[in-house]
Each structure stands twice: as C-alpha cells, then as structure tokens.
C-alpha cells in the first residue's frame, strides 16, 4: 500500500510536471481559440438572419406581454376597486341593522366615513322589501322613489350582492349601483350605493396608452360602460365585437373599426379580458405601428450587429476557452486530491500494522508486571507484624498497580482492535454514564472554543451488552465531529440525549450540534469511506465510515439530519443485546438441546 502511494506522488506531483502544467494549459487555450475562430465565418453570415429573426419575435412577444400587464393591471385595480367598496357595504349591512341605520344622521355618518379619502359614492339608501326608501343620503329627491319592479332590487334581493350595469334610472343620469341584502330582527333590507360615475370613469378613461390608444370598458350586450377615447360615448353600442365570455386575458390583431383613430384604415392590437361582477369586458387597443416602433428601429440596427457578432465571436470564444480550462483545472485538482486520499489510506494502513507491533510489545511488559504484582501480594500476605496503616497503603498500591494495567490492556486491545486483529468484547454497558464520561472529557476541550454541552439522559435506559470499546470510537469521533462543526462560529452547543423505546428494545442515542451542517446533496455520501466536508489536511474522510460499520456491525443503525447552516443530528439506535451475544446465547441453547 506504501509503495502504491509512493507511485502515485511520484507521477502526478514531481517539480518537472508542476513547471510544464501552466504551459499545457497555454498550448491547450491558443488550440482552441484558433479552431474556433476559423470556424467563425459560417456564424457570422447566421449573425445577420438570426438577430432580425429574433429581435422580431421578441418585439412582438414584448408588446403582447405589455398589452398582457396593461390589461391584467387595470383588470386588477377595477376589481378591487369594486371588491373594496362592495366588502363594505356587506360589511354595514352585518354591523348595523336598519333601526342603526335609520337613526337621524347615522346614514350621513357611514356615507362620509366611505368618501373619506376619496369621493367614490354619489348617494347611499336604505330600501324595505316593497322597494320604498327608509333613509337616503345624497343630491337627489329619491325618498319617495320605488324600485320593486326595477331589474337590480329583484336582482339584489335573489342573489345578495348585485352591481348593476350603467343606466340613468331615475335621475336620468348614468350611472351604477351596488347593492347588498342585509337581514336583521324585522326581516330583509337592501343598503344601495351609487358609484359616483365620474371617479369610475376616471379609474378606467385616463389611462393614456401611447399617442393611439385607448381603454374601455362594454357590458355583454356591447354598450359601452366608460367613454372610449376615439371611438365612442358611455351607454352608446360598441363598434367592437365582444362575442363570448373568455377566461383570461387574450391578445389579437384585426383591423381597426369604423371609429378608431380617426377613421384611419389601420391595423390595430386589441387585448381583452372579462370582470366577474359585473360582467364587463375590459378592452386596451392600439395603433399597431405606433405599438411595433421598435422593431422598425431593430431592423435597421442590424448592420450595426454584425459588426458587433464578429467581436462577440471572440469574446465567447475567450469566454468558453476559459471555461474549459478551469474545468480541466478543476479535475486535475479532483486527481490530486484522491492521491492524497490514497496516500492518508496508505498511512493509516501502516498505522494499523504498526498498532499491532506496539501492542504486542506492551502487552509483554504487562504480563511482567502483573505477574510481579501477584509474587508480591504472596509475599505481603505471607508476611507478619505488617503495620496497619502500612498495609492499606499496600492494598491501595496493589489496586492502582491491577487498574492501570486493566487501563493498558484496554489501549492495547484498541489497537488491535484498530487493526482488526481482535474480536469484539461483549460487556454490560452502562449507556448514560459511559455518555457522561466522554462528555466530562471532551467538554474540557470544547469550552476554550465557546462550545457548551448540555446532557438530556433518560433514566429508563437499562444496561446493554455491547461492546464498550468500539462504542467509545463512534462517541468520540461524533462529538469530536460536532465540535469541529464549529470552526467558523464564536460558539454553539452539543447536545447528547438518550431514551429507551421499550416497544422495540431499542436504546436510541442522539448527537446534536449547532454547528455549520451539510448540504442536502452532501448527506447521502457522509458514511462513504474517504468523503468528507473538511478542509483538505483536517480530515481522512473514514471516521463516519468506521462509525458506521462498527454501529452496524453491533447490530444497530445510524441516521443524520442536517440543516446548512443550523446544525448537525446524528441518531444511533442499538439493540439491548448485540449480534455477537446472540449468536452465543444460540449456539449454547443448541448445545444444551443436542446433549439431551
């Protein structure tokens, strides 16, 4: 494994190959552009046709989409316009009930409240359901007007809501209304609201579209609602035809009618759309060679572009020369970097065989002196007239003597372990306070760096048989993880929570961090061996992935959430009893049964 890292350095870092790569790339950059450029003519000729081909299609799709917005705008403003004033008579009409409403000067005080802002109500009356006044405000003598045979009160009291089309009713002027039913103690009334023509009118006649157009508004029956610029007047038959009910907006060309623009013999473009109540069509048209200007201009703009396609040419050429070579660039950064993962893979390999020496040779001096150990607890055992005090300092030297040579084992079982020349050692493990233990370690390392640890240990988790050893691995390297996460903050937190499911004898343990996170597509691959987010140098990219197959190895799961930029969860999920220990309990009981 060393000598196949040893190769790899040597062909694709020596001095010679570094000093030659910025030439190659230069060769590489001069290849390409000149290829291209002599490859220029037959664009350059497409330039011309192509820019013409274009700049039309976009003109015409520009002013379809303009005449879209313009419809779509005042489409919007009229309809709120209406949905405002026609919420708050219903609005009225669910707050007050007629006796409110009827009451000297409370009328007056509603109409002025609406008009307010701005003057949009001619007058507000309270009708009963024969049709007869019960309170008005407003210029006109109407208390003493019935409307029960008139279209909008049958209209109003069947629906609820009625807006009317423009008529001149009783004042002989034009004009509309809403109405609204209300209902109180004493049965139905209608509150009726004349919308003051003039600020309606206003609202759609002064939108002014270049030197030729106008925008107006017909009822289904063609009779114009508003005053046309050219073409005609309120309450007169449109010259336009308005055929069906269309949803949306749409966009046509035809030729101009008899009374636009002066009777001129035009084309023109005619967009169209429909309000809901009432059920008015919206129209905004225009002179079709005022509305294509541009696109007279852009034709004889086209010289000029070819002129410009020639050092457009070179300039993409330059551009998508650089392209490639940062690409190229790149994968030979990508190359380098798997050598260097090789060659950290190689070292940890002969890390691995060098564990297995260094065991071997502390464990020899161990067996020593533990074996001197023994020959001297004979020796005090057997021995007389020992002073007391002397004796338990004896014990107590004898006991620290076995533990820190339990503690030695334990390191050099790691080891081998690391090198995969032992097999696991199933014990009882006490899941929170080994977990508190690693956290008492680590968070001393932690605080220096603003990182504070909060434990959130269930009482309820029993005892496991796992193995401990292999266990340690996976915590440290997840808090150790964790912590690292926080290199570009000033601080965070770790948490480390555990809890029982007993429905599935499972012992779940969580790591939380509030450190940098993973990107979504980064989360699929943080168990591959070699990958990692780290810096290049900070990291092997095999820690998750020893932690993964050791979890799994013990019969258990690893899973991870992760928000960019808000932190990391890691959850394990572990078994009360591990594969291993199964298998023995197995294996016994068919012993048993055999030997019966």
């Known amino acids: ?50 820019i013409n081909r274009h700049y039309n299609r976009f003109a015409e799709t520009r002013v379809v989409n303009a005449f879209r917005k313009e419809v779509q705008h005042h489409h919007k403003v009229i309809e709120l316009f209406l949905e405002e004033h026609s919420s708050k008579l219903e609005l009225i009409a669910m707050t007050l009930d007629r006796k409110a409403l009827t009451r000297p000067g409370r009328l007056r005080f509603v109409f002025d ?52 089309d423009m008529f001149l009713g009783f004042r002989r002027e034009p004009h509309f209304i809403i109405a609204v039913k209300g209902r109180d103690d004493d ?81 023109q473009i005619v967009s169209t759309a429909w309000l809901e109540a009432p059920q008015w069509m919206l129209v905004v048209r225009q002179d079709l060679d005022e509305a294509f200007v541009a696109e007279k201009r852009a034709n004889r703009s086209v010289l000029i572009f070819l002129h410009v396609s020639a050092a457009s040419i070179l300039l993409v050429t330059v551009l998508v020369t650089r392209t490639m070579l940062n690409m190229v660039k790149r994968r030979d950064a990508e190359a380098e970097i798997l050598n260097r993962q090789l060659m950290q893979a190689s070292k940890m390999a002969s890390i691995g065989e060098l564990s297995v020496g260094v065991a071997h040779e502390i464990n020899n001096p161990l067996a020593i002196i533990s074996t001197e150990r023994e020959i001297l607890l004979d020796a005090y055992r057997q021995a007389d007239g020992i002073d007391a005090a002397f004796g338990a300092q004896m014990d107590d030297s004898m006991n620290q003597i076995d533990l820190q040579i339990k503690r030695c084992k334990r390191v050099t079982h790691n080891l081998l372990r690391f090198s995969r020349r032992t097999q696991s050692v199933i014990d009882t493990v006490d899941i929170n306070a080994y977990i508190r233990e690693v956290v008492e370690l680590m968070a001393r390392e932690a605080k220096s760096s603003g990182i504070t640890f909060f434990e959130r240990l269930s009482p309820d988790v029993p005892p496991i048989l796992s193995d401990l050893s292999q266990l340690q691995q996976v915590f440290l390297n997840l808090i150790t993880n964790a912590i690292d996460a926080h290199d570009s903050k000033q601080y965070g937190s770790v948490a480390v929570s555990s809890a029982f499911l007993e429905s599935e004898g499972i012992v779940e343990i969580v790591v939380s961090d509030t450190g940098c996170g993973i990107s979504e597509e980064n989360l699929a691959k943080v168990f591959d061996p070699f990958f990692t987010t780290k810096p290049v140098g900070k990291g092997t990219g095999l820690g998750l992935s020893i932690c993964y197959s050791i979890i799994r190895r013990l019969g258990g799961q690893i899973n991870i959430k992760s928000v960019l930029g808000q932190g990391t969860d890691f959850t394990i999920r572990l078994p009360l009893r591990s594969p291993d220990v199964q298998t023995e309990t197995d294996n016994h009981n068919n012993q048993l049964e055999r030997a019966a």
Request: net charge negative; with cysteine.
């Open 113 to 164: 409240m609406i008009n307010q802002e701005h003057w949009t109500l001619t007058d507000i009356g309270v009708i009963d359901v024969e049709g007869n006044h019960l309170a008005y405000v407003g210029p006109y003598d109407l208390m003493d007007k019935n409307y029960r045979e008139a279209l909008w009160f049958n209209m109003v009291m069947e629906k609820g809501l009625y807006i009317s």
């Open 187 to 267: 049965g139905s009334y209608i509150l009726r609201a004349t919308v003051d023509t003039e600020a309606f009118r206003a609202l759609v006649e002064n939108v002014m579209i270049g030197r030729t157009g106008e925008v107006f508004l017909v009822n289904g029956e063609g009779v114009y609602q508003t005053t046309p610029r050219y073409s005609g007047r309120i309450m007169e038959s449109a010259s336009i035809a308005v055929g069906e009910v269309h949803p949306g907006i749409r966009v046509r060309q035809e030729e101009a009618d008899a009374g636009f623009n002066g009777d001129r013999p035009v084309r």
């Open 1 to 50: 494994m060393l000598n196949l890292a040893s190769n790899v350095s040597e062909h694709t870092t020596p001095a010679v190959a570094e000093v030659d790569r910025p030439s190659r790339y230069r060769r590489l950059s001069r290849r390409f552009i000149l290829l291209t450029l002599v490859c220029s003519v037959v664009p350059l000729l497409l330039v011309g046709w192509g």
